[in-house]
């Protein structure tokens, strides 16, 4: 295929697509993978409204990576539907355990009494009351990456022994932290709207789907039973015939769905 034809196609992909093209074979991930490609990768984002920049210093097929790709960084394990801005990672919950340590932890672990100075440079998140986590003590506690810890420490003993320098590196990371601590703020906002637009949408392919079998069941002479049901709603006003796990499908009901699905 001519290239022109080639770019062209790809001024209308999202970066998913991109990123699933980029896995099929080496010509497509050598092309998309240049540093000359990522006008395409800029291109992609900006197909989908709202979604930010990358971080700092990140490139774009590593923030749609963390975007729109579902496994543990870490071990690569599938269906990681979560993202931890904070530490622009995802991790399955037996990484989160093993790849993240707590600050105390930390603390004893960091380069000899430098540790106090180079904590606030790390970043860190909060293991939420409701994280799917395996045990109840790691709930509400301050959480940071151990490559993060080994990357700033690493910095830090390889920096002159001036204290210019050494108050010159502080004074970059600060400011390197902020602003990831900013943009990862940005990216949970877009994240957080994201989930609640696919709820709304899946909510109404709920409700369209009820219409529909409803509409239906009357036309198959089930008029009485569609009342019955109507008048005894519980109290949160929901027509007891919602409960039934094929009328709560989040999918639209074709003729063929129904004649199998039909009452005799
Ligand atoms: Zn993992």
Request: proline residues 6%.
């Given at each position: ?85 904070d ?10 355990k ?16 430098e ?28 959480r ?6 080994d ?14 320098g ?10 390197r ?15 957080q709207?994201k ?28 008029g009485?039973?569609?009342t ?23 999918k ?8 199998n699905?039909?009452?005799a």
């Amino acid at each position: 295929m001519p290239l022109d034809v080639l770019f062209e196609i790809f001024s209308y992909l999202l970066p998913y697509d991109m990123l699933n093209l980029s896995r099929t074979s080496k010509p497509f991930r050598n092309l998309l993978m240049d540093r000359n490609s990522v006008s395409f990768w800029k291109a992609a984002r900006c197909n989908v409204p709202g979604l930010p920049e990358p971080f700092p210093g990140m490139s774009e097929p590593v923030f749609a990576n963390l975007c729109y790709s579902p496994h543990c960084h870490v071990c690569l394990k599938s269906n990681v539907q979560d993202v931890i801005w904070d530490l622009r990672i995802r991790l399955c919950n037996i990484c989160k355990k093993t790849s993240t340590v707590s600050i105390s932890v930390a603390k004893s672990r960091l380069y000899l009494k430098e540790s106090k100075r180079l904590l606030p440079h790390i970043s860190t998140y909060l293991v939420k009351w409701n994280d799917q986590v395996t045990d109840d003590w790691v709930r509400g506690v301050q959480r940071l990456l151990i490559s993060d810890m080994d990357d700033v420490e690493k910095a830090w003993v390889s920096l002159p022994a001036s204290k210019e320098g050494r108050d010159q590196f502080l004074k970059d990371e600060d400011r390197r932290f902020k602003d990831i601590e900013k943009h990862a703020e940005v990216c949970d906002n877009w994240s957080q709207n994201k989930k609640y637009d696919r709820s709304q949408e899946l909510n109404e392919v709920r409700q369209e789907h009820l219409r529909t079998i409803l509409r239906k069941l009357n036309e198959a002479g089930y008029g009485e039973d569609v009342t019955f049901s109507d008048k005894h709603r519980d109290v949160h006003g929901r027509d007891p015939i919602c409960y039934h796990p094929f009328v709560r499908q989040a999918k639209p009901l074709t003729d063929r769905i129904w004649q199998n699905r039909c009452p005799a």
